[in-house]
């Protein structure tokens, strides 16, 4: 399963928020990443209305986790953020596979995905931020 670029960012801003622990700018992450400004206003606004993020305006402004690293699941983000099917035959309303009724590849692949989603259902954001060399990067990047 390939992640869009809308879910690797989103994923980015929690790392980075997270590792940081402190309060951030989207101009921090932008720069630290090398991701246009505009496209994280769009992930950092769907992230707070999940309720991954606060967002505070203002000359002391920025971002902040809405909720504990350990609470926030990587399943749980992942599928927020993912609206696409692997294949076109998931989806019952566009579906125009000639051999869909015989075809076992379908459910090899939404067992595959499934078993995707699980693997990351094991984690949480603290396991990644965790790491000291990320903690580091992150430092650098805010000072």
């Known amino acids: 399963m390939r992640l ?6 989103a994923l ?3 790392i980075f928020t997270g590792a940081a622990r402190e ?5 921090t992450i932008s720069t630290a990443y090398g991701i246009s400004k505009e496209h994280l206003r769009k992930v950092v606004h769907q992230l707070a209305h999940l309720g991954y993020l606060n967002t505070m305006q203002g000359r002391n ?6 909720m504990k690293p350990e609470e926030i699941n990587l399943r749980a983000v992942v599928e927020a953020f ?4 692997l294949v076109e035959c998931f989806d019952v309303k566009t579906n ?16 595959a995905q499934q078993s995707f989603l699980k693997e990351l ?5 603290n396991d990644v931020v965790r790491n000291p060399l990320l903690q580091v990067f992150v430092r650098r990047k805010t000072a």
């Open 4 to 9: 869009t670029n809308y879910t690797d960012y």
């Open 12 to 14: 980015r801003v929690l």
């Open 23 to 27: 309060t951030v700018t989207i101009s």
């Open 61 to 66: 402004g920025g971002l902040t986790l809405g």
């Open 82 to 85: 993912e609206a696409s099917q």
């Open 96 to 111: 125009t596979c000639a051999i869909n009724g015989m075809c076992k590849l379908k459910h090899i692949l939404r067992d």
């Open 121 to 125: 259902e094991n984690y949480t954001l």
